[in-house]
Each structure stands twice: as C-alpha cells, then as structure tokens.
C-alpha cells in the first residue's frame, strides 16, 4: 500500500486549497481513507475521514464546515478540499488509510492515530495573512 500526497503550497488566508491523495496497492471502497495535520510544535489532529464505500465524510471540529472531501474510484483518489483557510490551518497534511473493517468513524479520527496502518509522506501547507 502506498499513498502520496499532491497538491500543497502557499495560500492567502480566506483561499482555497485541495489536496490529493493517490493511493495504490488498495482499493479504495475497502477502506477508510483519512487527512490528519501536523503544525510545528503541536500533535497530529485529525482533519477528515471518508469511507469511500458509501462517501460518507466526517470532518474534525476545527475544520468543520470549511472542507469538502471526494474520491475518484477510476483513478484511486481521495481530495480534500480546504475553503476560507486561515493562519491556523498551516501544517503539514498527510493522508492515512485503514481497512474500513478497523474503522470507528469519528473515534478513528480523534486520538486514534495509531489506528491508521499506512501513512504517506505528507505535504506542506501554509497560510498567509
């Protein structure tokens, strides 16, 4: 299994950004796929799940109502999509997947990181005022 991140970069607060994860070696509707950050200095947070089975998508608190998130099955794509981005939300952002069979929605998402068995690299996000 692998999973790389595209599509990181530099935004003026109140953009927009979306992010990609190509996944490989899985199939998608077998799995939970998820967009965890990482700011210097403080914890991984979960940003967003999303079964792709069924899409069902759960968002984290601090990102509620700001990001949409897709799959693509043809290509093996998961996206999020960030809107009204601020200073805040700079960090780095990974995606990590789990068989959905290990999958406990938002109890996945929220300081279960040791949950998720395949992480990719990540990639860097920031915000500008």
């Known amino acids: 299994v692998q999973l790389v991140e595209s599509g990181g970069g530099l935004v003026q607060a109140g953009g927009s950004l979306t992010l990609a994860c190509a996944a490989s070696?899985?199939?998608?509707?077998?799995?939970?796929i998820a967009w965890f950050r990482q700011a210097p200095g403080k914890e991984r947070e979960g940003v967003a799940a999303?079964?792709?089975?069924?899409?069902?998508?759960y968002d984290g608190d601090s990102v509620k109502g700001r990001v949409s998130v897709t799959v693509d099955h043809a290509q093996n794509v998961v996206s999020i999509r960030m809107n009204n981005l601020k200073p805040g939300d700079t960090a780095t952002y990974y995606c990590?997947?789990?068989?959905?069979?290990?999958?406990?929605?938002?109890?996945?998402?929220?300081?279960?990181?040791?949950?998720?068995?395949?992480w990719g690299q990540g990639t860097q996000v920031t915000v500008t005022l």
């Open positions: 070696g899985l199939r998608l509707r077998d799995w939970a």
């Open positions: 990590a997947a789990v068989p959905q069979a290990r999958f406990y929605g938002y109890e996945s998402l929220v300081g279960r990181e040791q949950h998720w068995t395949n």
């Open positions: 999303i079964t792709p089975r069924d899409r069902t998508v």
